[in-house]
């Protein structure tokens, strides 16, 4: 009776509640532990406990398969709320000389409202309810449901399974994770948020997971900021793409982590459809039609460069109409990048980031390409309140312009506040 009434509880959060990315202060309270036990350095980034809590269903691996608090329930450890809002400043400077208005948006705020965690000894769940959409205090549509989650896990602190399903996105670590700031451009295709059947091993110091989902659905974040430069609210997180097309789509992760230092190698696979993605028509002709095909590889290495200071560097590869189920039509250009990203710890809660994106949705095309410089970080006020001051400037190569390679620069300022309970 005790796991039925357990189960019911996490059916109840995952049914009326959404999943969150950012660090909340649940689990600290459920563990009495700091923030910088999973989030070294700062909020955004997991460390290898933070990734393995997360992995074994929001609890120790060594508690898999023990009731949660001694078999004690405390509402406190399973709820939490964050208040965010900000603003952005924006100019461009256009190769060809042709003026582009400056842009500068605040948002007031939206909220969040996180409940979940371990239940029972084997369930989990993580779900975010969403209120307001950031154009003033709590306006917009409301309450806003996009992901939910619910799990189960077994096994021993080394060796366990996992399986999730409901509405989520796919857990990576280090450069194929969400960061600091600076989030990936050239990951943005593998990182789909959608709803799927997730199935997950894990044997020591490697994790392999197979996600099977219903569509590539991503919403474009960067640190507290989303891709237009807004500051991210409940609606921002939770408001991406959808795939028209019903055809289902398949992940595979794998994670290795080399020593207790934060040293890792992750690789991943995702093939699918997206009605989003578009092949260049040949010569004459009309293009493929909505629906096609689309896979993409990338491969992210993360390690400890010396104390307080790390690298991140990744690659990608994708193209359309070529994969495990290709289907008639013209193939896309091959299209990808690379980053490199440099993570400085300046004290135990605040990391300082520097980024750098190369992008082309062409390899073999000439100025299809986009170079993305970040530079941002976190700074606390306390432990639960912090913001996110931003600085990126965007080159999209705009050809040939009086016989040189040249770039359309758009320079970019934005700073959110967090506030976490």
């Not at 508690?63 to 078999?71: F, S, Y």
């Not at 003026?99 to 000894?121: E, H, M, R, V």
């Amino acid at each position: 009776m005790k796991t039925l009434k357990w189960l019911a509880l996490g059916i109840v959060l995952t049914l009326f509640c959404s999943q969150g990315a950012m660090a909340v202060p649940m689990f600290a309270r459920m563990y009495s532990y700091n923030c910088t036990m999973c989030h070294d350095p700062g909020y955004g980034q997991l460390n290898k406990f933070g990734y393995n809590f997360r992995a074994a269903g929001y609890r120790i691996p060594a508690d898999i398969g023990k009731d949660m608090n001694g078999g004690k329930f405390d509402m406190t450890n399973y709820i939490a709320a964050r208040y965010s809002a900000g603003g952005s400043l924006k100019t461009t400077s256009n190769a060809n000389g042709a003026p582009t208005p400056d842009n500068a948006s605040f948002t007031l705020g939206g909220a969040s409202i996180f409940l979940g965690g371990g239940i029972s000894k084997n369930f989990f769940s993580y779900s975010e309810l969403g209120l307001g959409n950031g154009t003033n205090i709590f306006s917009g549509t409301a309450p806003n449901l996009n992901n939910a989650k619910i799990g189960f896990v077994t096994g021993s602190e080394n060796q366990f399974f996992t399986v999730r399903i409901g509405k989520f996105g796919a857990d990576g670590f280090g450069g194929s994770d969400r960061g600091p700031v600076g989030n990936s451009t050239i990951s943005s295709a593998i990182k789909p948020t959608g709803t799927g059947l997730e199935l997950g091993y894990t044997y020591q110091d490697t994790r392999i997971t197979l996600g099977f989902f219903d569509g590539i659905q991503n919403p474009q974040v960067t640190g507290l900021v989303t891709s237009n430069s807004k500051a991210v609210t409940s609606s921002s997180v939770q408001g991406p793409t959808a795939d028209s097309n019903n055809s289902k789509d398949i992940q595979l992760f794998v994670n290795q982590f080399i020593g207790d230092d934060g040293l890792a190698v992750n690789a991943v696979y995702y093939n699918g459809f997206n009605a989003s993605v578009g092949a260049t028509a040949a010569a004459g002709g009309t293009g493929d039609a909505v629906g096609q095909e689309y896979f993409n590889t990338a491969i992210f290495i993360s390690s400890p460069i010396v104390k307080k200071l790390g690298i991140k560097v990744g690659a990608e590869m994708g193209a359309t109409n070529i994969g495990i189920f290709p289907t008639t039509g013209i193939v896309g250009p091959t299209n990808g990048g690379f980053f490199g990203e440099l993570d400085y710890a300046m004290d135990d809660l605040t990391p300082l980031v520097f980024r750098y994106d190369y992008t082309t949705t062409d390899f073999n095309t000439l100025y299809t390409d986009t170079q993305k410089f970040t530079l941002g970080a976190l700074l606390p006020f306390v432990e639960q309140v912090y913001m996110n001051p931003t600085f990126a400037l965007t080159m999209n190569n705009a050809g040939l312009v009086n016989g040189a390679d040249a770039y359309n620069n758009i320079y970019t300022f934005t700073d959110s506040l967090a506030v976490f309970f």
